[in-house]
């Protein structure tokens, strides 16, 4: 299990996370949503280990992340930021396999099979610099994936998505949940920080709700995305599953050959 317990973060004098319990389980995908600035992605990095506790506990397994090493974490766990600078003209397939250890043919296989996966079939030998916004997060996808293929095959990998969908079209935006919701069936666990709630009632197995840093709500989606809740975390008046006046277009009923299983 990947655990955070009692976790608090302090920048600038300024708290941003303030005693927050949280549980990954292995085979399930936790969404994390809440308003801007509640602390979705300090928590995320918090949980990754890339942001220094000012309290509490973040473990995998039981043991402390900070008693891990390096190579142990990045066979545990990758992490998909909300962008990614790349300073050199690398191309495609030397992006994704650059936390790859091996090459030669084998690795050339997997960057084939995985740029299939987030459909960019041809883009392996393209400079990652030529792409767009979009075409880059999806091959960050297929980098950390590629990443995590490289662990532990007897221990759960946990997948991190910082806003994964957040620059990509609606085609798209399914073919990356479809992806976490793969890596959770094979037993691994996804931590996904996104802002759609309807996205998130479509993927999550568990969502938990963010604000002011403290967890408001968390549980399942029947029980979060309701007007209560919504209304506390957002400070917005609504009524959950009903149609407005106007048209509309729900991801719930869209159906699309890329879309999540």
């Not at 303030?18 to 990095?45: C, F, H, M, Y």
């Not at 650059?98 to 995985?114: N, Q």
């Not at 996104?194 to 963010?210: K, P, Q």
């Amino acid at each position: 299990m990947y655990e955070g317990k009692d976790v608090r973060v302090v920048m600038n004098g300024r708290t941003l996370l303030n005693g927050v319990d949280l549980q990954l389980r292995e085979g399930q995908i936790t969404v994390l949503v809440g308003p801007n600035g509640a602390g979705k992605s300090t928590l995320l990095k918090a949980l990754s280990g890339e942001h220094r506790l000012a309290g509490g506990r973040v473990s995998l397994d039981g043991i402390s992340i900070s008693d891990l090493s390096p190579m142990d974490m990045a066979r545990r766990r990758a992490v998909l930021p909300q962008s990614v600078e790349v300073a050199f003209a690398f191309t495609v397939a030397e992006v994704i396999t650059v936390g790859v250890m091996g090459a030669g043919k084998r690795e050339s296989a997997r960057v084939t099979r995985l740029l299939d996966a987030v459909d960019l079939p041809g883009f392996a030998g393209r400079r990652y610099d030529s792409l767009s916004g979009g075409e880059r997060q999806r091959v960050q996808l297929a980098r950390v994936l590629a990443q995590l293929e490289c662990g532990h095959a007897d221990k759960p990998s946990y997948l991190f998505l910082d806003e994964p969908t957040a620059s990509l079209d609606l085609a798209h935006q399914f073919v990356v949940l479809r992806l976490a919701r793969a890596h959770a069936d094979k037993g691994g666990g996804v931590l996904a920080v996104l802002h759609d709630l309807n996205l998130a009632a479509m993927v999550a197995d568990r969502i938990v709700v963010l604000a002011r840093g403290e967890i408001v709500a968390d549980g399942t989606v029947e029980d979060v995305i309701c007007d209560e809740v919504i209304e506390r975390a957002f400070g917005v008046s609504v009524r959950v599953g009903v149609p407005p006046a106007g048209p509309y277009v729900l991801p719930q009923n869209i159906r699309h050959p890329s879309g999540p299983a």
